[in-house]
């Protein structure tokens, strides 16, 4: 089939047209890119500069956290010693004035149980060996010794 | 050279206010109390006499009269090597009966090997006229065969001649009934040691059968006012006997004292169990066994002692919350 002139230069004229279309097309597709990329890296760089004025905040803010951190720990430490020590001398104060006057009674009673126990075991000497004999003499002694100087030294 | 122990163990016994506790620490050398205060359960002293090859231990039992605290207990009667039965001269009438009522029964059973001493004390207190009354009391109370001995804690005369003579009396039977060789003369020895004859120590002895009345008084008045030497005098407070250590507070009686007494005693039991602990230490392995078994008792003793003692100082504590 053969085209007349006049269609060959109308399909010409139309070529031309759709590529001058998608010329300008591409153009806009383009543009719309370039302005897009654009705007993500302004994006980004306002994100980064941003994020470098935190990173900067924040060093400062961990650095105050932190001392703040070391105040309240010595502070804690400093309390919890004071609280002790009131709490002990609570407990002194208390066991003083629970105790007041009666050291020999309770010497006197922790001598009997001791003694109690000595008594107990006294004939088991005869079965003793010299050496644990001698031994558990002394452990006696040293016994009485404790008692002798607490309740005279009271 | 080895230098052998002798322990001999003498109890104290007697009515409540006779003056015991005073008779052993006018012997021991204490002051005479300006005031009665009541021996709760029994205080231990000793006295120790070093001859060249004997060292001779007197453990002296003073047991406390109260009946409230249990004078009568077996264990203040048993292994007696000797006994003074104390007797109050100013009211010999009652104390001597207690002495033939409880005392002299226990000991025939606990200890009937044991050598007993009637001991009237208080002679400093006794007037001429009262002497007959006195002789007539003890005459009719007298326990036969026990020689009697009058003292007095507070000038303390007759005192040390009274617990020498126990000694010398010991030492002279051992020396008669042993036949080891460390004890020949031992009685001798100890005689010497104290400076006194046996006719010193066994001219204190009153006779009843000799004595008479007239010149008793000039007999047994104390050297120390025989001397007209003036002793300090103290305001007489009334002795009482004590039945209930809570209701203390109703009798004229320094609890404080008292209290200070038992710890004191308490604190020298303590002491007795140490030198017991150390004796058993140095005993020779051929005695060991009856050694430990003498020493069950006396702790046995101490245990309930230790107990009395604690007792009474809470009985003592109550009372002054009641008051």
Redesign the interface.
């Known amino acids: 089939m053969k085209y007349t002139e006049d269609e060959v230069k109308f399909i010409k004229k139309e070529i031309i047209s759709i590529k001058s279309d998608i010329l300008s097309s591409q153009e806009r597709i383009e543009q719309t890119i370039r302005t897009q990329e654009e705007i993500i890296m302004d994006m980004i760089n306002r994100f980064n500069n941003e994020l470098l004025k935190h990173k900067s905040t924040m060093k400062e803010d961990m650095e105050k956290l932190k001392t703040q951190q070391d105040v309240l720990r010595i502070s804690y430490t400093i309390n919890e010693k004071k609280l002790m020590n009131k709490i002990d001398s609570s407990i002194t104060k208390a066991i003083t004035k629970h105790l007041d ?2 050291e ?2 309770i010497l ?2 922790i ?2 149980n001791e ?2 126990e ?2 107990e075991n ?2 088991k ?2 079965k003793l060996k ?1 050496k644990e004999f ?1 031994v558990r ?1 002394n452990e ?2 040293d016994i ?2 404790v ?2 100087q607490k ?2 030294g009271e | 050279m080895m230098v052998s122990e002798i322990n001999i163990k003498l109890t104290i016994l007697g009515q409540w206010g006779v003056g015991k506790t005073s008779i052993v620490n006018s012997f021991i050398g204490k002051d005479f109390p300006a005031m009665y205060i009541p021996t709760i359960g029994s205080n231990i002293a000793r006295k120790e006499y070093k001859l060249t090859s004997n060292h001779i231990r007197l453990n002296i039992w003073d047991i406390g009269g109260q009946r409230s605290f249990n004078p009568l207990n077996p264990v203040f009667f048993s292994n007696l090597d000797s006994a003074l039965l104390i007797f109050d001269l100013n009211n010999p009438k009652e104390t001597l009966q207690e002495i033939l009522k409880t005392y002299m029964k226990n000991l025939a059973q606990y200890s009937p090997e044991c050598t007993t001493y009637l001991i009237g004390n208080k002679s400093d207190l006794i007037k001429p006229e009262d002497s007959e009354i006195l002789l007539n009391n003890i005459r009719q109370y007298q326990i036969e065969g026990f020689p009697i001995i009058f003292v007095s804690a507070k000038t303390q005369d007759n005192i040390s001649e009274a617990f020498s003579l126990v000694v010398f009396n010991f030492l002279k039977k051992i020396e008669n009934e042993s036949r080891e060789k460390q004890f020949i003369g031992i009685s001798k020895r100890f005689l010497e040691s104290i400076n006194k004859t046996q006719e010193d120590l066994e001219h204190i002895i009153i006779n009843l059968e000799e004595i008479d009345p007239n010149t008793l008084h000039n007999k047994i008045i104390p050297t120390i006012i025989k001397k007209n030497v003036k002793t300090v005098e103290s305001e007489v407070i009334p002795i009482r006997e004590i039945n209930d250590l809570t209701k203390i507070q109703e009798l004229d009686v320094d609890k404080s004292l008292i209290k200070e007494n038992i710890i004191n005693a308490f604190k020298n039991n303590l002491s007795i169990i140490s030198d017991l602990i150390s004796d058993l230490k140095k005993a020779p392995i051929d005695s060991l066994i009856s050694k430990i078994d003498k020493s069950l008792e006396d702790l046995s003793n101490l245990k309930k002692d230790f107990e009395l003692k604690l007792d009474s100082i809470l009985k003592l504590e109550s009372s002054k919350h009641k008051s």
């Open positions: 006057g009666k020999s009674e006197m009673k001598w009997i003694f109690k000595i008594f006294f004939e000497l005869k010299p001698s003499l006696i002694s009485l010794e008692f002798k309740i005279l």
